[in-house]
Nanobody, 130 residues
Framework: QVRFVEYGGGLVQAGESLSLSCVVS????????????MAWFRQAPGREREFVAAIKWGKGETAVADPLKGRFTIATHTIENAVYLHIYNLKPDDTAVYSC???????????????????WGQGTQVTVLS
């Protein structure tokens, strides 16, 4: 079973930057880490879960939701077994619970669909004040 520890959420002012961290362990990780696709999703109250960004572990290839390009970046640290989400120029509409997810199947590693991810973190709340 893959496990996540997510860090970095909180209360921030609009225009500020924030970085979220997700430390990954367990299951076939990190022995088969090259088979993994990692992603961040977010869910605001009353709204469906929304794709934010994805990355192929250790390969540098990324995908970011079109409306978020330019403000959101995703990265991994293979030694720390962590995936990061860097958010710049935060807006009140970015307020949501942000969750880390893993797809261990070496297929659709940059998927934007939550259904393609097997393991999910608990999520961390980000609240942006106007």
């Amino acid at each position: 079973q893959v496990r996540f520890v997510e860090y970095g959420g909180g209360l921030v002012q609009a225009g500020e930057s924030l970085s979220l961290s997700c430390v990954v362990s367990g299951g076939t990780f990190p022995n088969d880490a090259s088979n993994y696709g990692m992603a961040w999703f977010r869910q605001a109250p009353g709204r469906e879960r929304e794709f934010v960004a994805a990355i192929k572990w250790g390969k540098g290839e990324t995908a970011v939701a079109d409306p978020l390009k330019g403000r959101f970046t995703i990265a991994t640290h293979t030694i720390e077994n962590a995936v990061y989400l860097h958010i710049y120029n935060l807006k009140p509409d970015d307020t949501a619970v942000y969750s880390c997810a893993a797809n261990p199947r070496d297929w659709k590693l940059l998927s934007k669909s939550p259904a393609d991810y097997t393991y999910w973190g608990q999520g961390t709340q980000v609240t942006v004040l106007s």
